[in-house]
DNA sequence: AATAAAAACGCAACATAGTTGCAAAATATT
DNA sequence: AATATTTTGCAACTATGTTGCGTTTTTATT
């Protein structure tokens, strides 16, 4: 990848993302862009933004990719180590400012770490409880 | 679910499970198995096994689900506090011994966790080293 | 041992997330 | 404006996992 280009599509999914305070799958970044764009695309252009490290993901526990910015997170990275929490009754998969203690494995070379806690997240365990 | 029932496909798929130091797919199993079962059956049976308590799995970056006997973690869980290592060299995840200290989120309800590192195995990091 | 109820199974068809190849469009540079 | 390269869209495809339903197997009971 020697250059990378600004376009239209590029720009919207990046103020998409900037706008919402959850992470979001392919699906739901072409449903709710202003724009069309094709799914393909969006998995082309999050790749990228990956490799750039612009962009994190997490592996939902039923396998599917949420995409989120890289913000709580600065500088160089892949290795996130903060929390993700998956909510079962709403869906949402969400960016924790919780940090966990990455261990040292000898032996190993870390290349990306993906933390995930599933469970009932304090907005639908509070409608819960009503 | 009132009662269960033993069957040659659970006990051979258990016998695998329990043979194989590393986590397995649905897929592997069905492959490695010496009887023939449907992959249907094996995803519903280890579906039980999960809900038991026996298994436990974990969703890899490429959203694959690959699953382990509960050893480490006997008792009662659904909290596995142990981490996952994927090599993305020879393909395996495995179950490590290390624990992952879990924070407390006030307000979250936690029902299960994934703890994943991704990178190059200890196996495939001394081959290619030679 | 025969019976009956329920669990477990197999098959086929389906659903969905993600991928690939290729041609067309958009972008940056000269 | 012309060029080279990136980015996009489309269509077809792959793979993982799911669902419905009829059949078989297991287990408890008679």
New interface residues.
């Given amino acids: 990848m020697a250059l990378t280009r600004n376009t239209k599509a590029q720009e919207e999914v990046l103020k998409l993302m900037q706008e919402t305070p959850h992470t979001l799958t392919v699906d739901e970044i072409c449903e709710k862009i202003p724009l069309q764009v094709n799914k393909t695309t969006v998995y082309r252009m999050l790749e990228r933004f990956v490799a750039a490290g612009k962009v994190h993901f997490i592996?939902?526990?039923?396998?599917?990719?949420h995409y989120a910015l890289c913000t709580s997170c600065k500088h160089q990275h892949t290795l996130h180590n903060h929390?993700h929490?998956q909510c079962?009754a709403c869906g949402t998969v969400d960016c924790?400012p919780?940090?966990?203690?990455?261990?040292v494995?000898p032996?190993?070379?870390?290349?990306?770490?993906?933390?995930?806690?599933?469970?009932?997240?304090?907005k639908c365990?509070?409608v819960g409880k009503e």
């Avoid at 032996?107 to 304090?122: A, D, H, R």
């Fill in positions: 592996t939902s526990s039923d396998g599917k990719a929390i929490f079962t924790l919780d940090k966990v203690e990455i261990p494995l032996g190993y070379q870390m290349k990306e770490t993906q933390f995930l806690i599933i469970g009932i997240c304090t365990a509070a």
